[in-house]
């Protein structure tokens, strides 16, 4: 009896197994492996000679271990095989989607002060741009995304390079950075943006992932003048936290994506906890539909950050169970945004924006 039993609950998870396997590719857009993250961070320690570095304060905060965890790394892993490992292991994983064939590595400049030089004290995260371009370099699934802080002396100079170097766009986080992206001073660096034509992928709304942030910096409103100037701009996140003069940053983004023709938006992290419903909103509205482009915000794709889970308002308990089990941190990531209505369009813009 026990055997016949055994047998039974073999028979049903293997049932169960291949429903499940079979009903992963229904939740994901029928593209092929034809999607690109512009999205994805990285970090470093300093070994293997990187140039990387945590600041003090990061790496005394409790969002410190999460982070080497979500990235699969430990610190003696890159001690012994260096930063360089996270490369390789990203490699892997995005070759193993079966929807994302290639991903966004985004190098980070850090603080720069009023002399134009880097400020190592009030940096709390540094990814120089020499590193990411060799080691994106190695890798047919890994395209290079530049960081320039523009008040550095040698901004202008450091954008030519990058460009020669293959970098797709400019990356910033300016409320770590200690950026305006209102500042006059930065016109002659948004004139060379428009005529290199790289575009400017950066952080809107609040920002929780780092110690401290001056979020006033990533007031989608300040974006205006670069706009203005005819760089393509990307605000990352829609702007869905935080607040400005009394307004929420996504109230305050929305009149400028139909005024820009030039403003699109990625929706890397809209599946998070703290950002519930704001996608599904964006997606009733066709003008920001045909603005957005896909992203993930990788490394912050784990629970509890992020579960389908928290989405069953807006999809079905079957889907949230299938988008649940699927192994690969990216096909889980389409698969959940697309059950949310994503259109097969926003998952292939990207490439089409970077040509």
Not at 191 to 216: C, R, V, Y
């Amino acid at each position: 009896m026990k055997k016949i039993i055994i047998l039974l609950l073999i028979s049903v998870l293997t049932i169960w197994m291949f429903i499940r396997e079979n009903s992963i590719g229904e939740l994901n857009p029928q593209v092929g492996k034809n999607i690109i993250d512009v999205h994805v961070h990285v970090a470093g320690l300093g070994y293997g000679d990187s140039g990387c570095f945590v600041s003090d304060a990061m790496r005394n905060n409790i969002r410190f271990p999460f982070y080497l965890w979500a990235m699969g790394v430990s610190e003696d892993e890159l001690i012994s095989e260096g930063d360089q490992l996270l490369f390789k292991k990203l490699s892997k994983r995005i070759a193993q989607s079966k929807v994302v064939k290639q991903s966004v590595i985004l190098a980070l400049d850090g603080f720069v002060g009023v002399d134009g030089q880097l400020d190592r004290q009030q940096t709390q995260l540094y990814v120089p741009n020499e590193y990411v371009a060799q080691q994106t370099a190695l890798y047919d699934n890994l395209l290079f995304g530049a960081s320039i802080n523009p008040n550095r002396k040698d901004a202008l100079e450091r954008l030519q390079v990058v460009k020669g170097q293959g970098a797709l766009l400019i990356k910033w986080i300016p409320s770590i950075m200690n950026i305006d992206p209102a500042n006059p001073a930065y016109i002659p660096f948004y004139k060379q943006m428009a005529k290199l034509n790289i575009p400017l992928l950066t952080h809107t709304g609040m920002e929780k992932s780092f110690a401290n942030a001056d979020d006033e910096l990533a007031d989608p409103v300040r974006l205006k003048l670069p706009l203005e100037l005819g760089v393509t701009v990307i605000a990352a996140h829609i702007a869905t936290t935080g607040k400005n003069q009394g307004e929420n940053n996504f109230e305050r983004i929305l009149p400028m994506i139909k005024q820009y023709k030039n403003l699109y938006v990625d929706i890397s992290s809209l599946t998070q906890i703290n950002k519930l419903n704001y996608l599904s909103r964006a997606l009733k509205d066709k003008a920001i539909r045909e603005k957005m482009i896909y992203g993930t915000d990788w490394p912050l794709q784990f629970f509890p950050i992020i579960s389908p889970w928290y989405h069953i308002n807006h999809i079905s308990l079957n889907d949230a169970y299938t988008v649940g089990g699927i192994p690969n941190q990216w096909d889980r990531d389409v698969a959940l945004k697309s059950a949310l209505g994503v259109p097969k369009e926003v998952f292939l813009r990207t490439e089409v924006l970077l040509k």
